[in-house]
């Protein structure tokens, strides 16, 4: 997508764009949380219809965390900022450096309430620029109230980063945007196409010191070289996605234990690895931490097959030597 000269996340980097990683740094992984309301998915967005039901479970996911030694990023909106609960949870780890918090917009919820709530408007980055700029402010606002820390990492909700999201971060001094979903393609409802951007963090705006880390996500089978061209063209018939997967021939892979198996994850690390990724980036909403609040974890026995897929990944991801980072690793290690 041509941006002109203006820095824009949703301008292809070119070579000399992406970040170089002080010697040393390694082979690394981000655990992310997108921590937000619960919402019925299949439904149309409204500003009410949410709950917090699951905040309190936050603190066993923490727990967890501390417990392996691994610095989750809690990318918080504004139900989720608002909510006392979870910065009384979260802010002695915040500050403990054993817990990071970033900033994630869902505009339907996030005030100035000034837009109509539908889809395309989901997006972020579709708002006029000043409505996105300030709904982000108040959000970032209220989160460096509610934790006492300012925010340096961003993931628009629903991924949807727009023209002007890039100079709006810049603005407030955020360092990692990490909406990029590569190999994703948003366009039919409206937002961002991600299926041609690379999976290595590049520079957005090198001189103010704002980078994208992409969530990653690949291509698995005997046709993953091919797989950004077979792939899409296959949307229309997803029953032959599936039997292609079935068949070892070509199967996406997104590092989340939201509907990918533990053999599929080791699978889709695997992949990462053989290309050379040195940075790899893992997500999962935040009401999955609590049963029936998303379609991927309905009862206490996912519950616990949600923490196992966690354990035997981070297991695996010892053997191979990938360490876990945080925000704060990331930005000093990264050549400027």
Known sequence: ?????????????????????????????????????????????????????????????????????????????????????????LRDAVHAGKAEIGVQLHPWVSPPHDEDVNVHNSFAGNLAPELERAKFRKLRDTIEQAFGVGPLIYRAGRYGVGPATASILSDCAIAIDTSVRSRFDYSSAGGPNFREYPLRPWWIDKRNGLMEMPLTTVFSGLLRQQGQTIYPALWRVPRLRGALARIGMLERIPLTPEGVTLDEAI??????????????????????LCPGHTPYVRDESDLDLFYAWWRGVLT????????????REIMEAAEI
Not at 271 to 283: K, T, W
Not at 316 to 327: A, D, L
């Open 1 to 89: 997508m041509d941006t002109g000269n203006r820095p824009s996340i949703l301008r292809m980097p070119a070579q000399e764009d992406f970040v170089r990683f002080k010697p040393g740094f390694g082979t690394r992984f981000l655990l992310t949380v997108d921590t937000e309301e619960e919402f019925d998915w299949s439904k149309p967005l409204d500003r009410t219809s949410h709950g917090l039901h699951h905040v309190p479970r936050l603190a066993k996911f923490q727990q967890f965390c501390e417990g392996v030694g691994v610095v989750p990023v809690y990318l918080v909106d504004f139900p989720v900022a608002s909510d006392p609960r979870a910065a009384d949870i």
């Open 267 to 288: 699978k889709g690390i695997d992949m990462a690895l053989d290309d050379g990724l040195e940075m790899l980036v893992f997500s999962f909403h935040s009401p999955s």
């Open 316 to 327: 695996y991801m010892q053997q191979r030597n990938v360490k876990p980072t945080c925000v």
